[in-house]
């Protein structure tokens, strides 16, 4: 009797071990598959600055690593207060159409980029309100929908969907989570990016028109270095006082 005892009682401990060793091991494959789906993501997105390519980049990326049959990438219009659609891929042009922007805090994409906190609905088909029966004219069944975030701020939403009915784990959860914040942080960058080619490009349009400016001005104009050599004159002072361009740096301002 104490020895079956003793063989019970070691089954049951390996049991343990075994159980603990398989769902430690399963732990471990899944960090590995999210982390590699986010480098995957990290390196696709980041191609480019460019806002257009940055987001149809994301789309792609996020149906390839999850899975889903549609995606939507909603980004917040500041100066209207809406939340608009700015790329997507699997819902039909009427679809955008119908529900391309509304109100932040309107419909569940805008309660999302309100509230900064992710959204999943297993069944859609139960949603009776606009939106849930526009999303089932796509014979959309399950959805996840997560701010976009950088620097703590909500800049839109990405969704994903489903057309069967699909539970979502916790941790699928947190890694579509985490690939919104990637998402978040290349629209920051490219908006920053377009921010900075909009000001190099006014202040080369500027350049020009003081340089048009210069050069026209009936006055003669000239510009001289702190030892006083002319660097730049305009045609008026060329033919006032008869010298050629390529003799200026050999004048001095004060003669």
Same mark, same amino acid.
């Given at each position: 009797?104490?020895?079956?005892?003793f063989?019970?009682?070691?089954?049951?401990?390996?049991?343990?071990v075994?159980?603990?060793?398989?769902?430690?091991l399963?732990?471990e494959?899944?960090?590995?598959?999210?982390?590699?789906?986010?480098?995957?993501?990290?390196s &696709?997105?980041?191609?480019?600055?460019?806002?257009?390519e940055?987001?149809?980049s994301? +789309?792609?990326?996020? +149906?390839? =690593?999850?899975?889903?049959d549609?995606?939507? =990438?909603f980004?917040?219009?500041e100066? %209207?207060?809406?939340?608009? +659609?700015?790329?997507?891929r699997? +819902?039909?042009p009427?679809?955008?159409?119908r529900?391309?922007?509304f109100?932040?805090?309107q419909?569940?994409?805008?309660?999302v %980029?309100e509230?900064? $906190?992710?959204?999943?609905l297993?069944d859609?088909?139960r949603?009776t309100?606009?939106?849930?029966?526009?999303l089932? %004219? $796509?014979?959309i069944?399950s959805?996840l929908?997560?701010?976009?975030?950088?620097?703590?701020k &909500?800049?839109?939403?990405?969704?994903?969907?489903?057309?069967?009915?699909?539970?979502?784990?916790?941790? $699928?959860?947190?890694?579509?989570?985490?690939?919104?914040?990637?998402?978040?942080?290349?629209?920051?960058n490219?908006?920053?990016?377009?921010?900075?080619r909009?000001?190099?490009?006014?202040?080369?349009?500027?350049?020009?028109?003081?340089?048009e400016?210069?050069?026209n001005a009936?006055?003669?104009?000239?510009?001289?270095d702190?030892? $006083?050599?002319i660097?730049a004159?305009?045609r008026?002072?060329?033919r006032?006082?008869?010298?050629?361009?390529?003799?200026?740096?050999?004048i001095k301002?004060?003669?």
């Amino acid at each position: 009797p104490t020895d079956a005892l003793f063989e019970t009682g070691a089954v049951f401990v390996l049991g343990n071990v075994l159980a603990l060793t398989v769902h430690s091991l399963r732990k471990e494959r899944q960090r590995r598959t999210q982390l590699a789906a986010l480098n995957q993501t990290s390196s &696709v997105i980041s191609q480019s600055l460019e806002l257009t390519e940055v987001l149809r980049s994301s +789309i792609d990326s996020v +149906i390839d =690593v999850t899975g889903a049959d549609a995606a939507m =990438v909603f980004l917040v219009d500041e100066e %209207a207060g809406d939340l608009v +659609i700015v790329a997507h891929r699997g +819902i039909s042009p009427e679809f955008v159409r119908r529900a391309g922007r509304f109100k932040l805090g309107q419909d569940l994409n805008g309660r999302v %980029a309100e509230t900064g $906190e992710p959204l999943y609905l297993e069944d859609v088909s139960r949603e009776t309100t606009p939106a849930g029966m526009t999303l089932a %004219a $796509e014979w959309i069944r399950s959805q996840l929908i997560v701010p976009l975030k950088s620097k703590g701020k &909500v800049l839109g939403t990405l969704w994903v969907a489903a057309r069967s009915k699909r539970k979502l784990a916790r941790e $699928e959860v947190e890694l579509v989570t985490a690939i919104g914040n990637q998402i978040g942080v290349a629209v920051d960058n490219a908006h920053h990016y377009e921010q900075e080619r909009g000001f190099v490009e006014r202040l080369r349009v500027s350049e020009e028109r003081y340089r048009e400016l210069f050069e026209n001005a009936h006055d003669a104009i000239w510009l001289h270095d702190l030892e $006083e050599t002319i660097i730049a004159a305009n045609r008026s002072f060329l033919r006032l006082t008869g010298y050629a361009p390529e003799e200026l740096s050999d004048i001095k301002a004060s003669h």
